[in-house]
Antibody, heavy 115, light 107 residues
Framework: QVRLKESGPRLVQPSQTLSVTCTVS????????VSWVRQPPGKGLEWVGA???????DYNSALKSRLSISRDTSKNQVFLKMNSLQTDDTGTYYC?????????WGQGVMVTVSS | DVQMTQSLSYLAASPGESVSISCKAS??????LAWYQQKPGEAYKLLIY???TLQSGTPSRFSGSGSGTDFTLTIRSLEPEDFGLYYC?????????FGSGTKLEIK
């Protein structure tokens, strides 16, 4: 059974760095691409970036300068780091398996950027 | 970037009715189109990909159609569990982009 679960801080201060972990079960992150998507409260979905099964990454150009996606294959985890957070980075961050479309999603972690 | 437009942000219908939700791309995306459902407290669920292919587990009352720029998600004979938010997404090119969502509520 495929499962993705996000974990990370619920509150981050402005200008700080967000670190979110996606723990995957049911497939290997070396066999399947994994992506991050975020959703501000009451708004639509925004693709953040992806790490391909081979380990290379792709980022939304609008966020690229602040983003890093990596993985630990031994733990089957994928990591999102986003720096220089601002209040409009507040939202729910989801990880999802990616086949072009998003096959399976985690429940998401709600992150608030506030002092 | 490819802009995805769901013109209806809200739709109310009764159980047993059929509804259609439209999605329009700002350029041709062939059939690289997926539909998702979100219900409160649940993870997003992939319903349809490649414009019309049902994901395993998607009930047959759901169908997708269209190619190029215009797409439609149709739900025949609505069940109570079908009410929620629906999003389209293109994967023709990066950045992957989503429609703004259509909320389907019980009338």
């Amino acid at each position: 059974q495929v499962r993705l679960k996000e974990s990370g801080p619920r509150l981050v201060q402005p200008s700080q760095t967000l670190s979110v972990t996606c723990t995957v079960s049911g497939f290997s992150v070396t066999s399947y691409h994994v992506s991050w998507v975020r959703q501000p409260p009451g708004k639509g979905l925004e693709w953040v970036g992806a790490i391909w099964k081979g380990g290379s990454t792709d980022y939304n150009s609008a966020l690229k300068s602040r983003l890093s996606i990596s993985r630990d294959t031994s733990k089957n985890q994928v990591f999102l780091k986003m720096n220089s957070l601002q209040t409009d980075d507040t939202g729910t961050y989801y990880c999802a398996s990616l086949s072009g479309y998003f096959d399976y999603w985690g429940q998401g972690v709600m992150v608030t950027v506030s002092s | 970037d490819v802009q995805m437009t769901q013109s209806l942000s809200y739709l109310a219908a009764s159980p047993g009715e059929s509804v259609s939700i439209s999605c329009k791309a700002s350029k041709s995306i062939s059939n690289y189109l997926a539909w998702y459902q979100q219900k409160p407290g649940e993870a997003y669920k992939l319903l349809i990909y490649s414009g019309s292919t049902l994901q395993s587990g998607t009930p047959s009352r759901f169908s997708g159609s269209g190619s190029g720029t215009d797409f439609t998600l149709t739900i025949r004979s609505l069940e109570p569990e079908d009410f929620g938010l629906y999003y389209c997404q293109q994967y023709y090119e990066k950045p992957l982009t989503f429609g703004s969502g259509t909320k389907l509520e019980i009338k």
